[in-house]
Protein backbone atom coordinates (compact mmCIF):
# COMPACT_ATOMS: atom_id res chain seq x y z
CA UNK A 1 0.00 0.00 0.00
CA UNK A 2 1.52 3.35 -1.47
CA UNK A 3 2.24 5.71 2.06
CA UNK A 4 0.13 8.39 0.37
CA UNK A 5 -2.94 7.91 -2.29
CA UNK A 6 -5.06 10.31 -4.50
CA UNK A 7 -6.76 9.96 -7.18
CA UNK A 8 -4.92 10.60 -10.13
CA UNK A 9 -7.78 12.72 -12.12
CA UNK A 10 -7.82 14.29 -14.34
CA UNK A 11 -10.30 16.58 -13.24
CA UNK A 12 -11.78 18.45 -16.29
CA UNK A 13 -13.58 21.60 -14.51
CA UNK A 14 -15.52 24.77 -16.24
CA UNK A 15 -13.96 28.12 -15.18
CA UNK A 16 -16.16 29.41 -11.86
CA UNK A 17 -16.64 25.29 -10.51
CA UNK A 18 -16.47 24.23 -7.00
CA UNK A 19 -13.24 21.03 -6.82
CA UNK A 20 -12.98 18.92 -4.45
CA UNK A 21 -9.41 16.36 -3.92
CA UNK A 22 -9.04 14.20 -1.39
CA UNK A 23 -5.87 12.13 -0.22
CA UNK A 24 -5.51 9.16 2.14
CA UNK A 25 -2.06 8.49 4.21
CA UNK A 26 -1.36 5.35 5.59
CA UNK A 27 1.14 6.29 8.33
CA UNK A 28 -0.89 7.07 11.66
CA UNK A 29 2.52 8.23 13.11
CA UNK A 30 2.60 10.83 9.98
CA UNK A 31 2.50 14.90 11.63
CA UNK A 32 1.97 17.35 9.34
CA UNK A 33 0.30 18.02 6.03
CA UNK A 34 0.08 19.92 3.20
CA UNK A 35 -0.83 20.55 -0.46
CA UNK A 36 1.91 21.63 -3.21
CA UNK A 37 1.37 22.39 -6.37
CA UNK A 38 3.53 21.63 -9.36
CA UNK A 39 3.09 22.97 -12.51
CA UNK A 40 4.26 21.01 -16.41
CA UNK A 41 7.56 20.63 -16.19
CA UNK A 42 8.27 22.81 -13.51
CA UNK A 43 9.45 21.72 -9.44
CA UNK A 44 6.44 21.73 -6.75
CA UNK A 45 5.89 24.67 -5.11
CA UNK A 46 3.60 24.97 -1.49
CA UNK A 47 0.13 25.61 -1.74
CA UNK A 48 -0.72 25.49 1.65
CA UNK A 49 -0.20 23.47 4.93
CA UNK A 50 -3.02 21.75 6.39
CA UNK A 51 -4.49 21.65 10.11
CA UNK A 52 -6.95 19.64 11.90
CA UNK A 53 -9.25 22.70 12.25
CA UNK A 54 -9.16 23.24 9.20
CA UNK A 55 -7.86 26.43 6.93
CA UNK A 56 -8.44 28.41 4.52
CA UNK A 57 -6.89 31.10 1.98
CA UNK A 58 -8.52 32.63 -0.31
CA UNK A 59 -10.29 30.29 -2.57
CA UNK A 60 -8.37 27.13 -1.30
CA UNK A 61 -9.59 25.45 1.52
CA UNK A 62 -7.86 22.33 3.65
CA UNK A 63 -9.18 19.80 5.94
CA UNK A 64 -7.80 17.34 7.84
CA UNK A 65 -9.10 14.35 9.54
CA UNK A 66 -6.72 12.21 11.88
CA UNK A 67 -8.85 10.07 12.65
CA UNK A 68 -9.45 8.45 9.20
CA UNK A 69 -6.38 9.54 7.96
CA UNK A 70 -7.79 11.69 5.50
CA UNK A 71 -6.92 15.38 3.96
CA UNK A 72 -9.17 17.28 1.58
CA UNK A 73 -8.48 20.69 -0.69
CA UNK A 74 -11.40 22.50 -1.87
CA UNK A 75 -11.03 25.13 -4.91
CA UNK A 76 -13.54 27.65 -5.49
CA UNK A 77 -14.58 29.99 -8.32
CA UNK A 78 -11.79 28.01 -10.58
CA UNK A 79 -9.85 30.29 -12.49
CA UNK A 80 -7.49 28.94 -15.25
CA UNK A 81 -4.42 29.20 -13.66
CA UNK A 82 -5.47 26.68 -11.13
CA UNK A 83 -4.62 24.02 -13.99
CA UNK A 84 -2.15 22.17 -12.70
CA UNK A 85 -1.29 18.68 -10.76
CA UNK A 86 -2.21 19.20 -7.05
CA UNK A 87 0.26 16.95 -4.96
CA UNK A 88 -1.07 15.64 -1.14
CA UNK A 89 2.23 15.72 0.93
CA UNK A 90 2.67 14.12 4.54
CA UNK A 91 5.32 14.37 6.73
CA UNK A 92 6.87 12.01 9.23
CA UNK A 93 9.47 12.25 12.37
CA UNK A 94 11.87 9.22 11.45
CA UNK A 95 14.39 10.72 13.12
CA UNK A 96 14.67 13.33 11.24
CA UNK A 97 11.49 14.67 8.83
CA UNK A 98 10.79 12.36 5.86
CA UNK A 99 8.53 14.19 3.50
CA UNK A 100 6.56 11.81 1.33
CA UNK A 101 4.47 12.78 -1.55
CA UNK A 102 1.79 11.64 -3.44
CA UNK A 103 1.60 10.76 -7.28
CA UNK A 104 -0.70 14.10 -7.42
CA UNK A 105 -4.16 14.73 -8.53
CA UNK A 106 -4.37 16.88 -12.16
CA UNK A 107 -6.77 19.43 -12.78
CA UNK A 108 -7.47 21.11 -15.85
CA UNK A 109 -9.90 24.24 -15.63
CA UNK A 110 -10.80 25.00 -19.21
CA UNK A 111 -13.60 28.91 -20.63
CA UNK B 1 22.80 32.04 -3.74
CA UNK B 2 19.12 32.51 -2.77
CA UNK B 3 17.58 29.13 -3.58
CA UNK B 4 18.05 25.31 -4.46
CA UNK B 5 20.91 24.73 -7.21
CA UNK B 6 21.24 21.26 -8.84
CA UNK B 7 23.55 20.54 -11.45
CA UNK B 8 23.72 19.43 -14.39
CA UNK B 9 19.93 20.70 -15.38
CA UNK B 10 20.21 18.05 -17.67
CA UNK B 11 22.34 14.60 -18.10
CA UNK B 12 22.88 12.76 -21.55
CA UNK B 13 24.39 9.44 -20.41
CA UNK B 14 24.97 5.89 -22.67
CA UNK B 15 23.83 2.47 -20.41
CA UNK B 16 25.98 1.39 -17.85
CA UNK B 17 27.87 4.84 -17.36
CA UNK B 18 28.19 6.39 -13.58
CA UNK B 19 26.35 9.88 -13.51
CA UNK B 20 26.99 12.38 -10.49
CA UNK B 21 24.24 14.89 -9.51
CA UNK B 22 25.11 17.46 -7.77
CA UNK B 23 22.83 19.87 -5.14
CA UNK B 24 23.40 23.17 -2.93
CA UNK B 25 21.02 23.52 -0.50
CA UNK B 26 19.86 27.21 0.77
CA UNK B 27 22.29 27.92 3.52
CA UNK B 28 21.62 27.05 6.90
CA UNK B 29 18.86 24.36 5.72
CA UNK B 30 20.14 20.88 7.62
CA UNK B 31 17.47 18.67 6.20
CA UNK B 32 17.90 17.55 2.42
CA UNK B 33 15.94 15.62 0.44
CA UNK B 34 16.16 13.34 -2.69
CA UNK B 35 13.22 12.35 -5.25
CA UNK B 36 13.07 10.90 -8.62
CA UNK B 37 10.00 11.90 -10.81
CA UNK B 38 9.09 9.86 -14.19
CA UNK B 39 7.72 11.57 -17.18
CA UNK B 40 3.90 12.10 -16.31
CA UNK B 41 4.37 10.38 -12.35
CA UNK B 42 4.53 11.55 -8.75
CA UNK B 43 7.67 12.06 -6.95
CA UNK B 44 9.34 9.18 -5.81
CA UNK B 45 11.01 9.31 -2.58
CA UNK B 46 14.72 8.34 -2.64
CA UNK B 47 16.41 9.53 0.88
CA UNK B 48 16.74 12.51 2.94
CA UNK B 49 19.49 14.00 5.37
CA UNK B 50 19.41 15.58 8.61
CA UNK B 51 22.66 17.38 8.96
CA UNK B 52 25.23 15.01 7.28
CA UNK B 53 23.63 11.50 8.49
CA UNK B 54 20.93 9.64 6.46
CA UNK B 55 17.88 8.39 8.97
CA UNK B 56 15.80 6.94 6.36
CA UNK B 57 17.76 5.44 2.99
CA UNK B 58 14.65 2.95 2.28
CA UNK B 59 13.70 5.02 -1.27
CA UNK B 60 16.66 4.33 -2.98
CA UNK B 61 16.00 1.53 -6.04
CA UNK B 62 18.52 -0.64 -5.73
CA UNK B 63 22.36 -0.68 -4.90
CA UNK B 64 23.47 1.23 -7.62
CA UNK B 65 21.98 4.36 -5.97
CA UNK B 66 23.91 5.99 -3.35
CA UNK B 67 24.04 9.68 -1.72
CA UNK B 68 26.33 11.44 0.53
CA UNK B 69 26.45 14.80 2.19
CA UNK B 70 29.23 16.86 3.75
CA UNK B 71 29.58 20.05 5.58
CA UNK B 72 25.68 19.88 6.42
CA UNK B 73 26.12 21.57 2.70
CA UNK B 74 26.45 20.04 -0.64
CA UNK B 75 24.93 16.26 -1.59
CA UNK B 76 25.83 14.57 -4.81
CA UNK B 77 23.50 11.45 -5.91
CA UNK B 78 25.46 8.89 -7.61
CA UNK B 79 23.92 6.40 -10.22
CA UNK B 80 26.22 3.14 -11.03
CA UNK B 81 26.27 1.44 -13.65
CA UNK B 82 23.22 3.34 -15.36
CA UNK B 83 19.96 1.98 -16.58
CA UNK B 84 16.99 3.20 -19.23
CA UNK B 85 15.00 2.99 -16.29
CA UNK B 86 17.00 5.42 -14.50
CA UNK B 87 15.90 8.02 -17.10
CA UNK B 88 14.08 10.84 -15.17
CA UNK B 89 13.87 14.54 -13.03
CA UNK B 90 16.14 13.66 -10.42
CA UNK B 91 14.74 16.62 -7.29
CA UNK B 92 16.24 18.02 -4.47
CA UNK B 93 14.60 19.82 -1.84
CA UNK B 94 15.72 21.62 0.94
CA UNK B 95 14.58 22.70 4.67
CA UNK B 96 15.51 24.28 7.69
CA UNK B 97 14.88 20.58 9.72
CA UNK B 98 13.77 21.98 13.00
CA UNK B 99 10.56 20.98 13.18
CA UNK B 100 8.10 18.61 11.38
CA UNK B 101 5.60 21.56 9.34
CA UNK B 102 8.47 22.95 7.41
CA UNK B 103 8.34 24.21 3.56
CA UNK B 104 10.27 22.58 1.33
CA UNK B 105 12.15 24.74 -1.29
CA UNK B 106 13.00 22.58 -4.14
CA UNK B 107 15.95 23.01 -7.34
CA UNK B 108 14.77 22.86 -10.33
CA UNK B 109 15.72 19.27 -10.94
CA UNK B 110 18.40 16.92 -13.04
CA UNK B 111 16.64 15.76 -16.16
CA UNK B 112 18.82 12.53 -16.72
CA UNK B 113 18.62 10.80 -19.82
CA UNK B 114 20.11 7.58 -20.28
CA UNK B 115 20.56 6.00 -23.96
Known amino acids: RKEVEQDPGPFNVPEGATVAFNCTYSNSASQSFFWYRQDCRKEPKLLMS???SGNEDGRFTAQLNRASQYISLLIRDSKLSDSATYLCVVNMNTGGFKTIFGAGTRLFVKA | GAGVSQSPSNKVTEKGKDVELRCDPISGHTALYWYRQRLGQGLEFLIYFQGNSAPDKSGLPSDRFSAERTGESVSTLTIQRTQQEDSAVYLC?????????????FGSGTQLSVL
Open chain 1, 50 to 52: VYS
Open chain 2, 93 to 105: ASSLGRVTNEKLF
